[in-house]
């Protein structure tokens, strides 16, 4: 069964950097796109990054654009989210997520961890 | 201010029917196909529906999906008190580069 463990998450100051994990098993982790996606207290779902299977293509939301590096280590099923510049709008719970056919017409996110929360407060 | 829009609320008896609609533009829900993921409070989303329309194993057929021009449109048919949670429509933006969602419509089965 596929699965998508996410970690890393904790409290920083604003400006403050932090680095999230997501472990991935029980699918070939290279064949998929993996995304992030945040959720702040009481609000909705934003997608802040995205990775194609191999890492030669990556998407950021404006949110959070020349402040947040996506990228994955297809060797060790891993996939990170580098966060510089916290911010406390940045404050919510991140999951990693499985896309199938990342960038095209077709995607869709069809695996999800369980999350890891990021709160930025002084 | 998401992207795609969904009505924050909808309601409907048990046993009966509701819509969940999804409107966005030329980048996004025409250019793609449509997904709707189900959030229980407390717990990760689930994907429902993809491909505008088609149905995960497991998810049943009372959950369906059409997509038409700009707009996406979820049904539920035969509600149950389980089906209380979060909906989300989603889909890949063209001009973006990034996927993108509805800002999620609250089901509430009286």
């Known amino acids: 069964e596929a699965q998508l463990v996410d970690s890393g998450g904790g409290v920083v100051r604003p400006g403050g950097s932090l680095r999230l994990s997501c472990a991935a098993s029980g699918f070939s982790f290279d064949e998929y796109g993996m995304t992030w996606v945040r959720q702040a207290p009481g609000k909705g779902l934003e997608c802040v990054a995205g990775i194609n299977w191999s890492g030669s293509s990556t998407g950021y939301a404006d949110s959070v654009k020349g402040r947040f590096t996506i990228s994955r280590d297809n060797a060790k099923n891993s996939l990170f989210l580098q966060m510089n510049n916290l911010r406390a709008e940045d404050t919510a719970l991140y999951y990693c997520v499985r896309v199938r056919y990342y960038g095209h017409y077709d995607n869709y996110m069809d695996v999800w961890g369980r999350g890891t929360t990021v709160t930025v407060s002084s | 201010q998401s992207v795609l829009t969904q009505p924050p609320s909808v309601s409907a008896a048990p046993g009966q029917k509701v819509t969940i609609s999804c409107s966005g533009g030329?980048?996004?829900?025409?250019?793609?196909?449509v997904s709707w993921y189900q959030q229980v409070p407390g717990t990760a989303p689930k994907l429902l529906i993809y491909n505008n329309n088609k149905r995960p194993s497991g998810i049943p057929d009372r959950f369906s999906g059409s997509k038409s021009g700009t707009s996406a449109t979820l049904g539920i048919t035969g509600l149950q008190t389980g089906d209380e949670a979060d909906y989300y429509c989603?889909?890949?933006?063209?001009?973006?580069?990034?996927?993108?969602f509805g800002g999620g419509t609250r089901l509430t089965v009286l």
């Open positions: 989603g889909t890949w933006d063209s001009s973006l580069g990034v996927g993108v």
């Open positions: 030329g980048s996004n829900i025409v250019s793609n196909y």
